[in-house]
């Protein structure tokens, strides 16, 4: 059995040359709040309200929202029926679970074709008796299209013939054609809602949360903290396939959900933002140059009309789907969030925000949009800020960075992020800067934890003020947990830098401000009391798959026809991690990090991955209270599962690690823990030790279900080796720890003075 592909030859004939008046639908039929009923004791308790305390007033949850309509069967239950009939089905056709994990390794491991068939010839093979079902390239993926995971989504192909205004030899106009790959937008709601593996990351209805019983603060995180509906996020980034030559490039849509929890969304290998298509990008040669733009344009909103298209009726009157807990529901695909990248916008609308109205009339070059159809849609409240682009990239380093440089001097601040001594969670910029040709996101982010630090004493008051400012609201703007207090903060950072914006001008650097980033920035309170919080539509997730829907695809074609073989690629790899989800859905046991070196088992396990290091995990469930701290709700300690230095001597400790009073301390820990009677530490006994810890502890902000990632380190220095290896600095972390002993305000109103010299720690 081989990959269907379903080629659909269309002559889609684009004109340029009418333009029809625009009738969007109207968007006041949508139902109000005051129509839904908030919950009271009275009302049942609703399947979608499970993870809510139902008796919890600071919580208004809407249990009428995604009913469910009776129970069926998930995908993957008939394919388990299945393989306890036919035990030869059990690993999808493969002989056993190794020959399974085999062919999963030569999949996602990236080699050629041609690597494969040599790798399957080896004498190896035959010398250990493997005895494969496979014996060559082609019964190997032979065996892969036909795993019972295959029936997932198709692509098809549609062939767009455009004709341009310039004329050929036979004085007819040039027309050129292009590839356009889509899959039905419904069939991948129906796949990210209906997928067991995401069956705890999934709500059906939306709640409103607050920091108390009075409601006067609201808190704001998921999509579903302001949303009704099943909501549709749409993602469409444009990305270059070949890297040194061939110009080759494409331009992928993604589609998830609001209902999916946002960092599950983030993860790649959750599959809950999937490919719905590549739209094709052309040079439009048959095309003047002053056509081109309208010509992009108009192949843009039609590509994408297309692919939205079986939404539009769906988002109208609903359509049945089976979900990952089983329940039928009626689900209303609903276009709310559309990530794009800022540059888009700004080339798509000439300079100019979609979000801010031509205020002299109509444009004469009107293009019908992608939306227009599209039920319930106001575009303008779709369009989703950019952290990247707009932030880090943008405002910050195109903006703040290079206006303080011109003040402060390039060589200045060079000279000052050079001697900033190292840490090991902050960038040592060792050569400065100014150095540094092609910025990341990355890097902006680094640059914004030392920049104000750095940029103090080189500017005047003024100036340094109004860059405090803006770093204050990017940070805020990236927060993962939003409430109305931390939003009016972030509003008055914004307040605060246009009150001093004015210095840049004074001081010669700038003449006006008319920037559209700077005024996009205004609209993201709104954007997050809409949508939730902005670290769900990051532009960085786009990016980051590309790699896995674009490059690697483009990598393993030939270069010829590499559409078509992309698509092949894409469609067996998802078939692989289709299967593989399945198993571990299916067969539970002993499948706990075999698949996925990264993936990290629960609570009760004793052995988890962290950085591909195996670790232990101290339950947060066990007795002794000294190993598990409280810091701000349940917190979790991390370590690897072997040791640094193996086998430290207490000298050693007091050498190397300035530990003078690891002893008694150590003997005190172990009486505590009613471990004296058992053992009780010597000057000749040889310890274990670990270079870092890892936290894992509820928000600080104290909401949010999102579990924040700490570490603390403490790792001696490293002298230089004979084989040259540079001489490492030693780095010890400062931590405060909380014993249960201290009085109820905590630290609230406390310094704390640390004299390193004599490891001595006196409150002020």
Not at 94 to 99: G, M, P
Not at 165 to 180: A, G, H, M, Y
Not at 298 to 303: A, N, Q, S, W
Not at 436 to 442: D, E, K, R
Request: hydrophobic share 35%.
């Amino acid at each position: 059995m081989t990959v269907e592909l379903t080629v659909i030859t269309k002559q889609a004939n684009l004109s340029f040359s009418f333009h029809e008046a625009l009738d969007i639908e109207s968007i006041n039929d949508v139902p109000t709040r005051t129509k839904i009923s908030p919950i009271t004791k009275d009302m049942p308790q609703s399947p979608i309200l499970s993870q809510y305390e139902l008796n919890d007033p600071s919580i208004i949850t809407f249990p009428s929202a995604g009913q469910t309509y009776g129970l069926s069967n998930i995908c993957w239950e008939e394919t388990k029926a299945q393989a306890e009939k036919i035990q030869s089905i059990k690993w999808g056709g493969f002989a056993s679970r190794e020959e399974w994990e085999l062919a999963q390794w030569v999949m996602k491991s990236g080699i050629s074709q041609g690597h494969i068939d040599e790798f399957l010839a080896l004498p190896i093979k035959i010398q250990n008796h493997l005895n494969l079902s496979f014996h060559n390239k082609y019964s190997f993926f032979n065996k892969i299209d036909q795993l019972p995971t295959n029936n997932i989504l198709d692509f098809a192909c549609e062939i767009i013939a455009i004709t341009g205004n310039i004329l050929d030899d036979n004085q007819q106009f040039r027309t050129i054609t292009v590839e356009f790959w889509t899959r039905n937008a419904l069939d991948v709601v129906r796949e990210i809602i209906g997928n067991p593996a995401l069956k705890y990351h999934l709500k059906y209805g939306p709640v409103q949360l607050f920091t108390d019983e009075t409601h006067n603060e609201q808190l704001f995180n998921e999509m579903n903290t302001g949303a009704t509906i099943a909501p549709v996020i749409i993602t469409s980034d444009a990305t270059r396939l070949s890297q040194f030559g061939g110009d080759k490039t494409t331009w992928l849509v993604y589609l998830s959900l609001g209902n999916v929890d946002k960092n599950i969304c983030r993860q790649p290998s959750q599959y809950a933002m999937l490919l719905l298509g590549y739209i094709p990008i052309s040079k439009f040669e048959c095309f003047t140059e002053d056509q081109c733009t309208t010509a992009k344009r108009t192949l843009f909103h039609h590509c994408m009309k297309k692919l939205l298209e079986p939404l539009v009726q769906a988002g109208k009157d609903g359509i049945e789907m089976t979900c990952a807990d089983g329940n039928i529901r009626k689900v209303y695909p609903i276009l709310a969030a559309y990530i794009a990248d800022h540059n888009v916008w700004l080339h798509r609308y000439h300079n100019q925000l979609p979000n801010s109205l031509v205020q002299n009339g109509i444009r004469d070059d009107i293009i019908l949009p992608f939306w227009k159809d599209l039920p319930h849609c106001d575009i303008f409240s779709c369009i989703t800020p950019d952290l990247l682009h707009q932030l880090y990239k943008g405002i910050f380093k195109d903006h703040i960075v290079e206006w303080c440089l011109k003040l402060a001097g390039a060589d200045e601040i060079d000279l000052r992020l050079q001697t900033l001594p190292s840490h090991p969670r902050l960038r040592h910029f060792r050569e400065g800067m100014s150095v540094l040709s092609q910025w990341t996101g990355t890097e902006a982010k680094e640059l914004q934890k030392v920049f104000l630090g750095v940029l103090a004493g080189t500017v005047e008051n003024d100036i340094y003020s109004c860059a405090r400012a803006i770093v204050e609201f990017i940070f805020y703007a990236g927060f993962p947990n939003h409430s109305s207090q931390t939003i009016k903060y972030m509003l008055d950072c914004l307040e605060e830098f246009d009150c001093m914006k004015s210095c840049f001008i004074k001081y010669g650097i700038r003449t006006h401000f008319n920037i559209p980033k700077l005024h996009a920035i205004r609209h993201y309170a709104e954007s997050i009391r809409k949508l939730g919080t902005l670290d769900r539509y990051n532009t960085e997730l786009p990016e980051c798959l590309h790699i896995d829907y674009a490059k690697d695809g483009y990598r393993s074609s030939n270069r010829r026809n590499y559409m078509h073989q992309m698509v092949t690629w894409l469609h067996r790899q998802e078939t692989i991690n289709t299967f593989n989800a399945y198993l571990t859905w299916a067969y539970p046991a002993g499948n706990e990090n075999r698949s996925n070196p990264n993936s990290a088992c629960d609570e009760t396990a004793e052995c988890i991955i962290v950085d591909r290091e195996p670790v232990i995990t101290v339950p947060a469930s066990m007795e002794l209270h000294s190993l598990v701290f409280k810091w701000n709700g349940l917190t979790t300690i991390t370590i690897s599962k072997q040791p640094s230095h193996p086998k430290t001597a207490l000298s050693t400790l007091i050498r190397d690690y300035g530990a003078s009073e690891f002893l008694p301390v150590f003997n005190t820990f172990l009486k505590q823990a009613r471990f004296s009677r058992i053992i009780t530490a010597s000057q000749n006994d040889h310890f274990p030790v670990y270079n870092r810890i890892r936290l894992t502890y509820t928000s600080l902000q104290g909401f949010g279900g999102i579990p924040e990632m700490d570490t603390i380190c403490a790792a001696p220095s490293v002298p230089a080796s004979s084989a040259g290896k540079l001489p490492t600095p030693g780095y010890f972390d400062t931590a405060i720890v909380d014993t249960g002993n201290a009085e109820i305000s905590g630290l609230e109103g406390q310094s704390l003075t640390i004299d390193y010299k004599n490891s001595s720690y006196s409150q002020l």
